[in-house]
Nanobody, 121 residues
Framework: QVQLVESGGGLVQAGGSLRLSCAAS????????MGWFRQAPGKEREFVAA????????YYADSVKGRFTISRDNAKNTVYLQMNSLKPEDTAVYYC??????????????WGQGTQVTVSS
């Protein structure tokens, strides 16, 4: 059974940093794109970042470009999201996602349960 387990969320002040991790189990995703999405209260889930199977291509939402960095360690079957210069509007539940494709921006097929990120002003 495929599982994606996020960790690293929490409460941080505006301007601070957090690093989210997503560990996959049940199958290897070394040949699959991975991504991060988020959902704020009362809003729809939105794309945050994605990374191709090799890590050679990365994609970001305009709202996080220059502040967030997605990376992966295929040996550990893990994807990361380094979040710097956090803003209150980054407050959301962050979800890890895995695709059946090698490169993907929005086509994801497996989802984690989410981790809460709260940024105080």
């Amino acid at each position: 059974q495929v599982q994606l387990v996020e960790s690293g969320g929490g409460l941080v002040q505006a301007g601070g940093s957090l690093r989210l991790s997503c560990a996959a189990s049940g199958r290897t995703f070394s040949k699959n794109a991975m991504g991060w999405f988020r959902q704020a209260p009362g809003k729809e889930r939105e794309f945050v970042a994605a990374i191709s199977w090799s890590g050679g291509s990365t994609y970001y939402a305009d709202s996080v470009k220059g502040r967030f960095t997605i990376s992966r360690d295929n040996a550990k079957n893990t994807v990361y999201l380094q979040m710097n210069s956090l803003k209150p509007e980054d407050t959301a539940v962050y979800y890890c996602a895995a695709s059946l494709l090698m490169v993907a921006r929005y086509e994801f097929h497996y989802w984690g349960q989410g981790t809460q990120v709260t940024v105080s002003s």
